[in-house]
């Protein structure tokens, strides 16, 4: 059975990246303004997250979603996820950090976990790396293949 993929974050954190490579494509990454679909995955424009107002599209779209990953990444300024937004959605809920090869890490791991757990997200957490490849396959696994596969959290 084919499984979908939701990825929601900020703008510029990641999320297309981290789309292809769940998706084992190659495909350049480019700004979107709408909700793509691809392989496995439903990929979310960051301004649906940093608008309140858009909320309702991310919460409508998911419902077509196995899986919802919460992206944020190391070089992410803001923050925009509400207080327990994860409780909103049905499907599994899995927080995962991006851009762990960034020699310059602007926000320490504790501050981005404790930003999971506000929103209402468990372990495990998941540190990624779409430029390198690290995390990856075992993110695969936990979200394809339903294991809990290894963490970083």
């Known amino acids: 059975m084919k499984k979908r993929i939701m990825l929601i974050g900020n703008s510029r954190t ?17 700004k979107s303004q709408a909700i793509c679909y691809g392989e496995h995955t439903i990929d979310t424009p960051g301004e649906y997250l940093e608008s309140p107002l858009m909320h309702k599209y991310i919460i409508s779209a998911a419902q077509d979603a196995d899986a919802v990953v919460f992206v944020q990444a190391f070089d992410q300024p803001v923050f925009s996820f509400p207080p327990n937004f994860a409780q909103v959605f049905n499907a599994k809920k899995v927080g995962v950090i991006t851009k762990n090869d960034l020699e310059e890490k602007r926000n320490d791991l504790a501050l ?42």
Do not use: D
Not at 14 to 30: P, Q, T, W
Not at 113 to 121: A, D, K, S, V
């Open 14 to 30: 990641g999320k297309s990246s981290l789309a292809n490579r769940i998706n084992s494509e190659e495909f350049e990454v480019m």
């Open 112 to 153: 981005l976990l404790r930003n999971f757990r506000e929103i209402g997200l468990e372990e495990p957490y998941f540190i990624t790396s779409s430029k390198t490849g690290e995390g990856i396959e075992a993110l695969k696994q936990h979200l394809l293949n339903g294991s809990r596969g290894k963490s970083n959290g």
